[in-house]
Nanobody
């Protein structure tokens, strides 16, 4: 059974930074990817960033490119999302997921419960 657990959410002022962590267990992750998605109140869940365990290749949504950085620690099976220059519109529940990668939810099989990020203006 694959487990994905997010942590690190919280309340931050606009312009501030926050780092989310995602710990994964239960499979050999070498050929897979980890993705971050977010869901704001009243909106659909959207892609934020993704990284492949083996190559380290990354992908970002346009809305976060240049402000967010996704990284992985293979030894710890942990993925991080470093968020800087945060904006009120970044407020959402952030989800981490394990799968074959890409920008679509259907390509990810295992999901965490989410962690709340709130950016105050």
């Amino acid at each position: 059974q694959v487990h994905v657990v997010e942590s690190g959410g919280g309340l931050v002022q606009a312009g501030g930074s926050l780092r989310l962590s995602c710990a994964a267990s239960g499979r050999t992750f070498g050929s897979y990817a980890m993705g971050w998605f977010r869901q704001a109140p009243g909106k659909e869940r959207e892609f934020v960033a993704a990284i492949f365990w083996s190559s380290g290749n990354t992908d970002y949504a346009d809305s976060v490119s240049g402000r967010f950085t996704i990284a992985r620690d293979n030894a710890k099976n942990t993925v991080y999302l470093q968020m800087t220059s945060l904006k009120p519109e970044d407020t959402a529940v952030y989800f981490c997921a394990s799968g074959r990668g890409g920008r679509y939810e259907r390509w990810y099989e295992y999901w965490g419960q989410g962690t709340q990020v709130t950016v105050s203006s």
